[in-house]
C-alpha cells in the first residue's frame, strides 16, 4: 500500500492492483533476486558468502552497483526521514531493477557450470556483489514489510535484523565467508485465487458490520455497531468511557444520524454473493451505499423501499466503490439481515430519534 499510495494522501484501492504490485515488486522483484542469489550460492560454494576479487574478475559493473547502492542509501534516508515512503521504496527497488539487469549480462549460471579459475573467480565477484545489494534492499524494506525482509535477513546468515540499526547501513558490510541461513522462497507468486480469498474475506466483513449496526442488545449497539473512525481520540484520551454495563448517554446516542432513505437503484456486486450496491434517496441527496443484504434480498426486490440508513459514517471503500452509509437491519435466525420497515408512511430524510 505504501508503494501503491502517497501517504498522506488518499488513493484507490483494489485486491486486483495489491496482487499486481506483490506479484511485480516482491515475488518477481525482491523475491526472485534473493532466491537465484541465495540459491546459486548454496550450489557454488556450498553456502559460504563468496570472496569477491578485486583483481581481473572485478569490472566497472561492480563499482557501478556499488554507486548506486550507496545513491539509493543516502536518498531513502532523506525521504523516510520526510515520510515519503512510496518514493522511498521506489528508489531501493531501483536498486532491485539494477542488480538484475547485472546478474542477466553477467550470467553466473554459465560461469559456475564451466569449472575454471578464472570463471569461478568471476562468479564470486558476481554473486557477492548480488548478495551485497539484497542485505542493503532488506534492510531498506524492513520498516515496510518486516516479517518478510526478517527472513531473507537470517537466510543471508546474518542473524536478528531488528537488532541492525538502519543508520549504520553502507555498502560492504556483508561478512566474507558467513554462513548462509536455511533458504525457502519468501514471496510465492499470487494467482487469481488469491483475489478471490481476500474478497471474500472482505464480504465476511461487511456481513458482520451489518448484523453489527442491528443487533437489539444494549451493549452490543453501544461497543460494535459501528467502524472505529479512525480520526476518533484513543480510548485513554476520550473524556468519558463507555460504563461497563453498556449503556450510552443521550449524546452519545444523538451523535449518531439515522435517517430514513428510499432505494432508487438495487443491483449486485460483481464476483461478490454477498454485497448489493445500493443508490438511497435522502431527500437533500442521493447516496451511493455497499450492503451485504444480497443472500436476504433480491435486487428488484427493494426497488422503492423505504430503509434506515446511518447517514454519518465515514465513507468506506468496498470492492472498489465507495459506500457513504450503512444500512440497519436486524439479525435473524442463522445471521439472515432483515431490513427494518415502518407502519406508517414516513418521509424521505426523516430523522430517527
Known amino acids: 500500500l505504501l508503494r501503491e499510495i502517497v501517504f ?10 495489491l496482487v499486481q504490485r506483490y506479484n511485480a515488486d516482491l515475488a518477481n522483484g525482491l523475491g526472485n533476486l534473493a532466491s537465484r542469489t541465495l540459491t546459486m550460492i548454496t550450489r557454488y560454494f556450498r553456502g559460504e558468502v563468496p570472496y569477491p576479487s578485486h583483481t581481473a574478475s572485478h569490472t566497472r559493473a561492480e563499482d557501478a552497483i556499488a554507486d548506486t547502492a550507496r545513491k539509493v542509501i543516502a536518498e531513502c534516508g532523506t525521504l523516510f526521514d520526510e515520510y515519503q515512503f512510496s518514493r522511498a521504496l521506489e528508489t531501493a527497488w531501483g536498486l ?25 573467480s568471476r562468479l564470486a565477484t558476481v554473486l557477492y556483489t548480488s548478495a551485497e545489494a539484497l542485505r542493503i534492499v532488506t534492510a531498506l524494506a524492513h520498516p515496510v514489510i518486516p516479517e518478510a525482509t526478517a527472513k531473507i535477513w537470517s537466510q543471508l546468515g546474518l542473524g536478528d535484523i531488528k537488532k541492525f540499526p538502519l543508520s549504520d547501513l553502507k555498502w560492504g558490510q556483508l561478512k ?20 478471490e480469498r481476500m474478497q471474500k474475506l472482505e464480504e465476511r466483513e461487511v456481513a458482520r458490520a451489518t448484523e453489527a449496526v442491528s443487533a437489539a442488545e444494549p451493549a452490543r449497539a453501544a461497543g460494535a455497531t459501528f467502524p472505529a473512525d479512525p480520526t476518533a481520540p484513543t480510548a485513554a484520551a476520550r473524556p468519558s468511557a463507555i460504563p461497563a454495563d453498556g449503556k450510552i448517554s443521550i449524546d452519545d446516542f444523538a451523535k449518531i444520524e439515522l435517517r430514513v432513505g428510499q432505494v432508487k437503484v438495487a443491483e449486485k456486486v460483481e464476483g461478490a454473493d454477498k454485497l448489493l450496491r445500493l443508490e438511497v434517496d435522502l431527500g437533500t441527496e442521493v ?14 426486490t427493494l426497488i422503492g423501499r423505504k430503509v ?20 440497519v437491519a436486524a439479525s435473524a435466525e442463522g445471521g439472515k439481515p432483515v431490513l427494518c420497515s415502518f407502519l406508517e408512511d414516513v418521509p424521505v430524510g426523516t430523522r430517527l430519534k
Open 8 to 17: 498522506g494522501q488518499d488513493g484507490s484501492f483494489s485486491f486486483d492492483a
Open 96 to 120: 532491485v531493477a539494477a542488480v538484475d539487469k547485472y546478474i542477466v549480462e553477467n550470467e553466473p549460471w554459465a560461469l559456475g557450470e564451466k569449472r575454471d579459475e578464472a570463471s569461478l
Open 176 to 195: 566474507l565467508g558467513g554462513k548462509l541461513g536455511r533458504v525457502e522462497p519468501v514471496f510465492p507468486r499470487a494467482d487469481k485465487s488469491a483475489i
Open 287 to 300: 447516496r451511493q451505499v455497499v450492503a451485504g443484504i444480497a443472500e436476504a434480498y433480491a435486487p428488484e
Open 308 to 327: 434506515v440508513i446511518v447517514a454519518n459514517l465515514a465513507p468506506r471503500k468496498l470492492r472498489g466503490l465507495e459506500s457513504n452509509g450503512m444500512i
